[in-house]
């Protein structure tokens, strides 16, 4: 009786859990060789997100069938493929959605598939159950959403957690804080069309149910490599001159030369690839590249090579609010790699400092980096692994004697990455349209007459260019401030 009484209880554990309808997060424990977190410092509150599906309309009506074109200010072309409104070139549209942070845990449903609380600590974003035993070749089929669009996003998305770290050693740092989480307040997620040859829009195709991917390398440790798939950006209070530090974290001096209210918020920005094998829903990524091997990167206004298919490209755009300027020195990743401490050579200077690192150490590991030495801290200019000497941001109030102890850590935020599983609706027939919601979502921007030459289409013209599906900011106002129609809301 006592083991029916515990199946039937284990099953009504399961089923809650898969049903979205309860969180169970794993023991959190850290994974050996990773930043320490405190377990205890993951108190993030589970949000449930919704359950149904939001989705707004334009509310033009039938009008916009005859007019073809005009809809109270914004235009709907009729779309050409390869031909834009004005005859030109087809400038595609950067549809963009919001998602609230959903949970956080030591899970990775794609690089660790079944082995909970054995990943780096994750971020999750869209998809309210996300964890190791998340099938994520089915995102779409359960769950709740924290995206805006509700239930017709159930996408995954995750990103290694912010951390304030102070290892042993550190100077200026508060130790007592040392694994406390930055929790992210949200993630915009685009979706832009413009990443081909302007002519070659026509082919893009929405990434099928099922897919998967990584953008960056979460076991990078040059600064250099994964530059041109992520940055770190200070945003300001709100007039849009964000300034971006690359594929790292600004040091607190950094941002507060910017000026007042210039540094508010640090945004991660990470773009996936846009270019898929055709075949394979996901593959492991490749030991020590950048990407998994089904997926290839394009440049921007680039094409997909021959036999490769056109995908939107697709970003993570997350937020972490700063509290105090002076923190973000200490700010990493929680896939970022920890200090090493040795001790100084012989013919170290108050601003170049060699130190004993292991051969394996690459140049330009520790550039922008930290060196704490005798009670004061420098930041590293340049780094020459041969020699093993750091170049100080400023002198030390004296040349360190070879053997004085000292850690050197690099810059928070080069194992800068994401994932991204697909969980958005495929209903052939989303809402009686007659196709799906991402069909429009890509192509929805130019009013393709000729493609949607129901009136239908007319009600659900999305725009492409904005973030129209469930923002409640919308609702009851002027659309963008120039459609006079105003929208109305499916809850």
Known sequence: ?????????????????????????????????????DHRTVQIQKRHGYSNIRVGSTGCGPTLVSALGSCGGSSYPGYVPGVGADGGPDTGGAFRTECATSHEGFDDPIVKPRQ??????????????????????????????????????????????????????EVGCDRARDGEIVHARGNLAYYKTQTLDRAHLHLIQWPPAGLRMVG??????????????????????????????????????????????????????V????????????????????NSSHMQYTSYAGNCPDGMVSFPNISVNVIFPIADLADIDYW??????????????????????????????????????????SG????????TGSTRTATLDSALSGAPAA??????????GITIHADWANGWNQDPNFMGWGRTLTDQIIHGCFFDSARYGDPITALYSLDCHSDNIGDPALVGVPYSGSQTTTPYWLF
């Not at 100084?344 to 980096?369: E, I, R």
């Not at 004061?376 to 780094?383: E, K, N």
């Open 1 to 37: 009786m006592k083991k029916l009484v515990g199946l039937v209880l284990l099953f009504a554990c399961t089923y809650a859990t898969t049903q979205g309808l309860v969180f169970l997060p794993p023991d959190l424990a850290m994974p050996a060789g990773k930043i320490y977190i």
């Open 116 to 169: 909970s609380g054995t990943s780096h600590l994750h971020t999750f974003f869209g998809n309210t159950t996300t964890d190791a035993q998340s099938n994520a070749a089915a995102m779409h089929t359960f769950g709740n959403s924290t995206c805006d669009g509700g239930i017709a996003n159930r996408t995954g998305y995750w990103v290694p957690a912010m951390v304030y770290h102070c290892p042993s050693g």
């Open 216 to 269: 960056g390398d979460a076991n990078n440790t040059d600064p250099a490599r994964s530059a041109n798939v992520g940055s770190f950006e200070c945003q300001d209070n709100g007039t849009g001159l964000d300034t971006s530090f690359g594929n790292r974290i600004p040091s607190t001096a950094e941002a507060t030369a910017l000026g007042t209210n210039r540094c508010v918020d640090i945004k991660m920005v």
């Open 271 to 290: 773009t996936f690839p846009e270019c898929w094998n055709g075949t394979d829903l996901y593959l492991p990524p490749v030991v020590g590249g950048i």
């Open 332 to 373: 990493v990743l929680a896939s970022d790699h920890g200090p090493e401490y040795g001790n100084t050579q012989s013919g170290s200077t108050t601003t170049q400092v060699k130190l004993a690192l292991s051969a394996s150490t690459a140049d330009g590991h520790y550039v922008n980096g930290y060196l704490a030495i």
């Open 376 to 383: 004061q801290r420098r930041r590293i200019t340049a780094y």
């Open 403 to 412: 053997g004085v102890s000292y850690l050197v850590r690099q810059m928070g």
